[in-house]
């Protein structure tokens, strides 16, 4: 049983979703294919949202006074249809007198006719626009606000929000790809993925990896992962390993494995080629003057020396000898080009360091810029996805390919990923690491793979993720949220539920009618998906609670232990310090859950049959504290000076069955993953963001009040009792004096006396 309907389904039905979500009777599955809304319900179909609100009150028995409840569903057609302002204005009086004294429309309790009008009201505009600019209908707003609160409706909201949000990233997705690439023949399309083998993957890595593997199998095609090893000095066989580890920790895969140093002997030759052609030369120019000489646009002084000088530099650079280390060879392609990139870039260097596959044998290697266009040609890729800060290389990139006479290679550019409060160089990143900031390269707080993987980014989202940008050509820092949010949405469906409480000031809590020895009883691990599991629950008659919860009740406040039944507060026992020692509850399963404010986890008292497990809580905040580090900041002077948080607490005994990298929810705290068994015995889990802004935003700098200490008078009593704010804007007078002013409120209420005049 379920209700299907379109997020565009106009009226929307408003009061169809809330109802269904406050009644747990059937499932919302949007569906942007569909026009309208359908209740499946018992073998039949419902297409009306007033008959489906009838139909779903009946079931959960919702229906209230037939006489009063259907006067108001006859109420809520007309609502969407007035547009006269009297007529408007002497609804929302009616209403807003009828609620003075009530909270629900019809008896005590919510009724159909409550979600009926409430839906109404939300697809009328200008309802909406008189309750919000008007203070008159205090009562009206404060019964629209009351059912809003709900948690039932604030779910059916956000669901409808999430559809929204899926739609409008499918739309996105679809839009950005629609055109695919350019010149591309199903089956015969070949990428590529090139890292260098000198660190860790991150997340702007991640990006490429998956563009690529994404239009690989979009034409049913290859993808080639090769490794760019010109560079020696910086490359290790180790970090090859590492890549592909990353690479598998986001389901990519590569049809090969090749490396740039397979294709040396080749460079090598077309190196020759490219001088005999006269297009490249010999320069043994410092590199601070020739990066000053390029600037300007001042040609080397050897850029017209013969080819055979040339040959000869180049022969003694392979040698390796000192006579050879003085040199390199730069295309000759411009000097004073406008896109400084083909201003006769450097294409082969010496390094006397040993190549980690290819041993002593070589003493030059190709650079970047000369080695990829070429090794693309030779492989055969017939698209080369790099992100657009190489833009101004495209150039250079198709010139090689044309000085050489190789196989063309179509470009494809996409905006490189940067993240606000995020490190993506190497450089800064190995200074955390050598600096003992960080535990390594997998630190939760890092950008790596490993380090985001660890934090409980799962692969889906990270996909969904990287293909909602698409080829977006903006260079902008991305906020987290959106990332996190997508993640929530794969991982709530399926993450099991446990539940945690904070060691610090537990209170342990005394219920009456709570069973005489403990019992243990199976309940399912997700309420809304079996398939996840089950898991054992233990009830007895001493229970924990946290401090938070316990001193949050107020006396004889009726309260709902979760899993078990509601409980009424009978006594409080507090410390000198305000804070709550115990509690006495008397158990009340008959009352309803639905009408309680606080809904709380526990934990049974621990036995020796029945123990609670020691667990460790780890959050984290942004290892920098400014949002964009720029190229002249240090930064040591940004890091954020406590980034790690740690929060000791019990949990129930299932999480003992967990495996490192299982991702759960503690119920009413977060969704976290597994990190493993630390040194002292405890289990860790660190929290995973769930997209919220508050959970996202920077835990360091954050401003607050200052306050100093008020003048002294010289009978030793502060002069003013409130603290004064450190301020450097110049002191203004109060516009209304000093003596305070009394509001004054339109109400229909009854006027009283201040209890406390």
């Known amino acids: 049983m379920s209700i299907t309907l379109s997020t565009k389904t106009s009226p929307f039905p408003y009061a169809s979703i809330a ?67 009297p ?45 919000k600019n008007g203070q008159q209908y205090v009562h009206l707003l404060r019964w629209m606000s009351h059912i809003e609160s709900l948690e039932s409706i604030q779910a059916a909201l956000a669901s409808l929000t999430a559809a929204k949000a899926n739609k409008a990233r499918s739309n996105k997705t679809a839009a950005g790809f629609a055109l695919g690439l350019q010149n591309a023949k199903e089956g015969l399309v070949v990428t590529r993925f090139p890292p260098e083998p000198s660190g860790y993957l991150h997340i702007g890595h991640a990006k490429a990896a998956m563009l690529n593997q994404y239009f690989a199998k979009m ?83 050897h850029r017209d020396d013969s080819i055979e000088d040339n040959l000869r530099h180049f022969d003694e650079m392979r040698t390796g000898s000192p006579e050879g280390l003085r040199w390199c060879i730069r295309a000759k392609i411009s ?35 000369f080695a990829c266009p070429i090794v693309d040609s030779l492989e055969g890729v017939t698209h080369a996805l790099r992100t657009n800060e190489y833009r101004e290389r495209n150039a250079q990139y198709h010139w090689m390919i044309e000085a050489l006479g190789m196989r063309g290679v179509d470009i494809w550019d996409f905006s490189r990923l940067n993240f606000i409060y995020t490190l993506l160089s190497k ?83 005394t219920i009456n009618g709570g069973p005489p020895a403990p019992e243990m009883k199976t309940l399912p691990r997700h309420k809304k998906n079996p398939d996840v599991g089950e898991k054992k629950t233990v009830f007895t008659s001493t229970i924990l609670v ?22 009424i507060v009978r006594s409080k026992t507090t410390g000198p310090s305000g804070e709550v020692t115990s509690l006495t509850m008397d158990l009340h399963l008959e009352g309803d859950f639905r009408k ?28 920098i504290t400014k949002k964009k580090l720029e190229e002249t900041d240090d930064v040591k ?39 493993g068994i630390a040194e002292d015995g405890k289990l860790e889990f660190i929290r995973i963001p769930d997209g919220r802004a508050a959970n996202l935003a920077s835990k360091a700098g954050k401003p607050s009040v200052v306050a100093v200490e008020a003048p002294v008078s010289a009978s030793g009593t502060t002069a003013d009792a409130s603290p004064v704010p450190s301020s450097t804007m110049y002191q203004v007078k109060k516009i209304y004096g000093e003596e305070p002013v009394k509001p004054v409120s339109t109400t229909k209420m009854y006027a009283v006396s201040n209890v406390y005049e």
């Open 19 to 85: 109802i269904a979500t406050y009644t747990q009777k059937v499932d919302i599955n949007y569906d942007e294919s569909v026009d309208g809304v359908f209740l499946d319900f018992e073998g039949s179909q419902i297409s009306a949202d007033d008959e489906i609100v009838a139909v779903l009150a009946n079931a959960g028995g919702l229906a209230g006074d037939s006489t009063k409840t259907a006067a108001y569903f006859e109420l809520a057609k007309t609502v969407p249809t007035l547009t006269a302002i």
């Open 546 to 567: 946290e401090q938070e919860d316990a001193i949050s009740f107020d006396d004889q406040e009726e309260i709902t232990l979760m899993d078990w039944g509601n409980a």
């Open 596 to 623: 309680t404010k606080k809904k709380i986890t526990w934990l049974a008292q621990p036995s020796k049959d029945y123990p609670l497990v020691d667990v460790t809580l780890l959050d984290y905040d942004y290892l």
């Open 335 to 369: 000097v004073d080009n406008q896109n400084k990139a083909l201003r006769d870039p450097v294409i082969y260097r010496c390094n006397l360091i040993p190549h980690h596959r290819t041993g002593d044998k070589w003493k030059v290697y190709p650079t970047y810029d």
């Open 427 to 509: 450089r800064k990143l190995h200074w955390f690491v050598d600096s003992g900031i960080v535990g390594g390269w997998d630190d939760p707080r890092f950008p790596t793979i490993r380090g985001i993987r660890r934090r409980g980014l799962t692969v889906d989202a990270l996909s969904q993720f990287m293909l909602a940008q698409g080829p977006s050509q903006a260079i902008v820092s991305l906020e987290w949220d959106m990332i996190w949010a997508i993640n929530k949405k794969v991982i709530d469906p399926v993450a099991p539920r446990f539940w945690a409480i904070v060691k610090e000031n537990s209170v342990f809590v």
């Open 637 to 675: 002077d940004f890091v954020t000076p406590v980034s790690e948080f740690r929060e000791e607490a019990f949990a129930d005994a299932n999480v003992t069955t967990l495996t490192k990298g299982d991702i759960i929810q503690f119920e009413r705290k977060g969704y976290f993953i597994f990190d």
């Open 219 to 301: 034409y049913n095609g290859k993808m080639i992962i090769r490794f760019d090893d010109t560079n020696p000095t910086k490359e290790r066989a180790e970090f090859e390993e590492t890549i592909l580890q990353d690479l598998e920790l986001l389901n990519i895969r590569g049809d090969k494995v090749t490396h740039t140093s397979d294709y040396f002997d080749q460079i090598y030759e077309l190196a020759i080629q490219i001088i005999k052609s006269g297009k490249a030369y010999a320069d043994d120019t410092e590199q601070l003057q020739m990066r000053e000489e390029r600037g300007k646009g001042i040609a080397s002084a």
């Open 87 to 131: 007529d408007i204005l002497a609804l929302l009086d009616s209403l807003d007198n009828h609620l003075a004294y009530r909270t629900f429309l019809v008896g005590h309790d919510i009724t159909a006719a409550d979600f009926i009008i409430w839906g109404s009201i939300k697809v009328a505009p200008k309802f909406i626009g008189f309750l």
